[in-house]
């Protein structure tokens, strides 16, 4: 049958051709649209988590549900001495949030103002890397904002103006900063209403020293964070809680399944046209076999022979088709990997969804190039089921007398 | 050999335009017979055929090879019978387009497990009494009527089969090959002791034939 199979396939040429082109063009182009959707959701994840969030947040019990100053840190020492002692963090971070009103001469606007320590929030996220005006580490009465609060400010650097607020006792506090950096890290929103402050001039402002709204971490590899956040908590002291990236940012996930989803289904529509024409080409071709089958059937081949010689030319011909398609498009995936492909203004596009970077990020991941090929290479073998179950469904008299 | 007991084939049972294709039939075919089917165009040569070699089922009676009752047999042990008891030979050769001559003769034994060797042997013995061992290489499509039906009898009778049923095989060849086909038949029957059953009209055949079963209305009239 084997030999039979490849003999169809090669006088077929019609179909033999149709159906290889059509699955060689379909697997290209879902491994390389699977690359760049994984890469660009991989890419704009790493990114959110880089720029602030981390790769898992530290809070005391009730702060996410209920929150204010009753339920902050209020001894820092000992977590963090917890995270100092766990290997595979990158980096690790107190951070201190408070909300108030900030001023110009003429506007004003509520802000997220957080005492970080500058030289820790260096190594662990990239406030610094998106300086683009003034200086980065501020000392006193000074801020560090985004460039879009400015804005809505209408302040510049140097320029100054007051903040209106209360310290963790619920004291009242006022004071006049300078505008010493400004920001921008792509995210709208963030940088719309943050602003920093060293530690140290906040804690005495605010009255909260060795608190923390929340201690950020970032784990080296984000593949091992899992594993590293179930250490901390294992250690952690009862009345705090860790939380990993995917709850802190629920909805950015919830984005990037929908838009997962979304892509799957557009691929899903393509893969639905290209089994139905592999399947009428196959169809058609089998149809106008049919006197054939039924000689065959004459002459003592049984059913199951002819279902197994239709399946080894579907299969054959699918693997022949993989066997190009396959390390084509995983080279594809792989160079834009390595050589990410740039347009012009694509962050300032996308900037809402966390993209920072004009280079379209591709990701090769030789398990999900598996998984997407065996997918392909089951719909190719679904495709034969009818035209099997047709051929079956007549006599071999029916057949032989089949024009 | 081959027994028929009050055999009845229906067309379009319990429908309007309902054909009685056999009517109780009774004929047996003894061991080494040369024999052919005949009748007016319609009155049921191919259908008797194809019931013998369990082809197409039938509505009444029985039918034996060799004392084992065949026509109530499953699908599976009907393929079985055809594929080692029968050989086939159609009206329009059906020869499976892309093997070759050597392929197509040799298809069958495939199927039956032979060696290669073995195989090889038989197809080059067959070709050789056949006049086709010249066209082993070539495909179907690139031979003449008469030796698309000389390979489609070479085929046939390969294997050894107990018995050849032959649907009409002269009708679509000219008189010189028809003759030669039925001598190369008469000297199979002879030489390989196999049994064959012809359907046919053509006066040559039935008058070479040792032995004339005359239907009409799908009833044996004479036999």
């Known amino acids: 049958m084997f030999s039979l199979a490849i003999k169809n396939i090669l006088f077929y040429k019609g179909r033999s051709l149709t159906t290889f082109l059509l699955t060689f063009v379909s697997l290209y182009l879902f491994i390389v649209y699977v690359a760049f959707m994984n890469g660009s959701h991989q890419s704009m994840l790493q990114n959110a988590l880089n720029v602030y969030t981390g790769s898992f947040q530290i809070y005391q019990k009730e702060y996410r549900s209920k929150g204010g100053y009753d339920y902050l840190i209020r001894d820092t020492r000992k977590p963090l001495q917890i995270l100092a002692d766990t290997k595979g963090l990158k980096a690790f971070a107190p951070r201190l949030e408070t909300f108030g009103i900030a001023s110009s001469k003429t506007y004003s606007h509520p802000i997220m103002l957080t005492g970080i320590d500058f030289n820790r929030e260096e190594k662990l996220s990239e406030l610094k890397k998106a300086l683009t005006q003034g200086e980065y580490n501020t000392h006193g009465a000074c801020l560090y904002m985004g460039e879009n609060l400015a804005q809505k400010l209408h302040l510049h650097l140097g320029d100054t103006l007051s903040f209106v607020g209360s310290a963790v006792d619920y004291s009242f506090v006022a004071e006049l900063f300078e505008v010493c950096g400004l920001f921008k890290t792509g995210m709208y929103e963030f940088d719309s209403q943050s602003a920093f402050m060293n530690r140290d001039y906040f804690d005495t402002l605010f009255f909260s020293k060795n608190m923390a709204t929340y201690i950020v971490a970032m784990a080296e590899n984000l593949k091992h964070n899992d594993a590293v956040a179930t250490k901390v908590e294992k250690k952690l002291p009862q009345e705090l809680q860790l939380y990993r990236w995917q709850t802190l940012m629920k909805s950015m996930v919830q984005l990037m399944e929908i838009d997962s989803l979304f892509g799957y289904i557009s691929m899903g529509l393509f893969f639905i046209v290209i089994f139905f024409v592999i399947m009428i080409y196959g169809f058609i071709n089998i149809n106008a076999r049919l006197r054939e089958f039924g000689v065959l059937r004459s002459i003592g081949v049984s059913d199951n022979k002819i279902s197994l010689l239709l399946l080894l030319e579907i299969l054959l011909l699918t693997l022949f088709a993989f066997v190009f398609a396959l390390p084509l498009g995983a080279y594809t995936a792989y160079y834009f990997q390595i050589h990410p492909i740039v347009i012009e203004g694509m962050s300032e596009m996308y900037k809402s969804y966390g993209v920072v970077s004009d280079k379209v990020p591709t990701l090769f991941d030789p398990l999900t190039v598996f998984y997407n090929s065996l997918f392909l290479f089951a719909l190719n073998l679904l495709s034969i089921v009818y035209p099997i179950y047709y051929v079956r469904s007549f006599t071999p008299i029916e057949e032989t007398q089949h024009v | ?223």
């Open chain 2, 1 to 223: 050999m081959i027994e028929l007991k009050s055999v009845d084939k229906y067309f379009y049972k319990s429908q309007e335009r309902e054909v009685h294709a056999l009517r109780d039939i009774n004929l047996t075919i003894q061991e080494g017979e040369f024999s052919v089917i005949t009748g007016p165009s319609g009155c049921g040569k191919t259908t008797l055929l194809n019931t013998i070699g369990v082809l197409d089922t039938i509505d009444n009676g029985e039918i034996y090879l060799q004392n084992r009752e065949i026509a109530n047999l499953s699908s599976k042990e009907k393929t079985e019978i055809r594929l080692k008891e029968i050989g086939f030979v159609f009206q329009a050769y059906n020869l499976i387009p892309v093997l070759n001559v050597e392929e197509n003769i040799g298809f069958i034994m495939r199927l039956q497990g032979y060696s290669q060797d073995t195989i090889k042997a038989r197809v080059r013995e067959i070709a050789s009494l056949l006049q086709i061992e010249k066209q082993l290489g070539a495909l179907p499509n690139f031979l003449s009527g008469g030796q698309q039906q000389r390979v489609a009898v070479a085929r046939a009778v390969a294997s050894k089969p107990k018995i050849i049923l032959a649907d009409e095989p002269t009708a679509n060849l000219d008189s010189k090959n028809s003759t030669a086909l039925m001598e190369m038949m008469h000297e199979l029957n002879k030489k390989e002791g196999i049994t064959i059953l012809f359907s046919s009209h053509d006066d040559y055949v039935i008058k070479n034939a040792r032995r004339t079963i005359l239907l009409n209305d799908g009833e044996i009239i004479e036999s």
